[in-house]
């Protein structure tokens, strides 16, 4: 059974950082797909991050370019996303989501079969 367990949100001013992890368990899929969406108060849930091929391949959503960083640990089991620079329109809950393959489009939310709790972030003023 697959697991995400998402931690590590709070709150923050804007320009700090915060590190979300996200603890996987029972995924073993050979193309593992993982990625971060978030969503915010009366807002779609969008895709933030993504890291897949054994973690050789990461993507970002523009929004997040330059600012977060994808990563995962060698054994697989742990995925962070480390947020540096962060404004308050990256307020919303956080998500850890995996597939059993990522989808055509990476942050397609509906190409993801398991996800997490969610963490919530939220950045002041």
């Known amino acids: 059974q697959v697991q995400l367990v998402e931690s590590g949100g709070g709150s923050v001013q804007a320009g700090g950082s915060l590190r979300l992890s996200c603890a996987v368990s029972?995924?073993?899929?050979?193309?593992?797909?993982i990625a971060w969406f978030r969503q915010g108060t009366e807002k779609e849930r969008e895709g933030v991050a993504v890291?897949?091929?054994?973690?050789?391949?990461?993507n970002y959503a523009d929004s997040v370019k330059g600012r977060f960083t994808i990563s995962q640990t060698d054994d697989k089991n742990i995925v962070y996303l480390q947020m540096n620079s962060l404004k308050p329109e990256d307020t919303g809950m956080y998500y850890c989501?995996?597939?059993?393959?990522?989808?055509?489009?990476?942050?397609?939310?509906?190409?993801?079969?398991?996800w997490g709790q969610g963490t919530q972030v939220t950045v002041s003023s």
């Open positions: 989501a995996a597939g059993i393959r990522c989808p055509q489009t990476v942050f397609d939310s509906q190409g993801y079969t398991y």
């Open positions: 029972g995924y073993t899929y050979s193309r593992n797909c």
């Open positions: 890291i897949y091929m054994g973690g050789v391949i990461t």
